[in-house]
């Protein structure tokens, strides 16, 4: 009986198309965790004169779920507004046990009322102004500290000035268009 070889050319395009089928998928599930979303401006938000802190978490991202337990854990301490995104009774009352003002809504509302387009984000607004807007740390993947009492801080020391640099925004897409965007074969959005 005599063995079957490969010519070299063919068995190094089966390894090419082995490679492939295995480095697309996983790039493009982690992607998100590696490389940040564009802060959009967010629209929608009430223009009280107060200082605010907004958060949005979606209930089916786990870079939000982390931010949850990092706000449950410290509690509300300023005038903050949590916004969960998706089916979110569980989250909201353990926010609301722990103090914070909470808004659930669909990923449809999100999109249309904020033009949210990704989760977790971080706002901080004062007398109707913007002044910072991204995420909560430097580098989401290394679970570096939350920086949202830091910006706080240094915006009011600042006397409302916005802040010139933002954090990333690591995590996850919302609504249909920007998932199907970023996830075409629905390897990561459902």
């Known amino acids: 009986m005599s063995k079957i070889r490969l010519p070299t050319s063919a068995l190094a395009a ?15 599930v982690s992607g998100a965790h590696y490389f940040p979303f564009l802060a959009r401006p967010l629209t929608g938000l009430a ?19 982390k931010v949850l337990k990092y706000l449950e854990g410290r509690g509300s301490q300023v005038n903050e507004v949590v916004h969960i995104v998706g089916p979110g009774e569980p989250w909201a009352s353990r926010l609301s046990e722990r103090g914070f003002q909470v808004e659930v809504l669909s990923e449809d509302e999100a999109l249309s009322r904020y033009q ?71 390897m990561k959005y459902e």
């Open 47 to 65: 223009s009280d004169s107060a200082p605010r802190m907004d958060h949005f978490l979606g209930t089916t991202c786990g870079c939000s779920e």
């Open 14 to 28: 089966l390894t090419l198309l082995w490679a492939s089928a295995l480095i697309i998928p996983l790039a493009q």
């Open 116 to 186: 949210l387009e990704s989760v977790p984000r971080l706002l901080i607004s004062a007398a109707g102004e913007t002044l910072y807007q991204g995420g909560y740390n430097e580098d989401q993947r290394h679970n570096s500290r939350y920086e949202d009492l830091t910006l706080w801080e240094s915006l009011a020391r600042k006397g409302g000035a916005a802040v010139e640099r933002s954090y990333p925004l690591y995590g996850c897409a919302n609504g249909k268009l920007r998932k199907a965007q970023l996830d075409p074969w629905k």
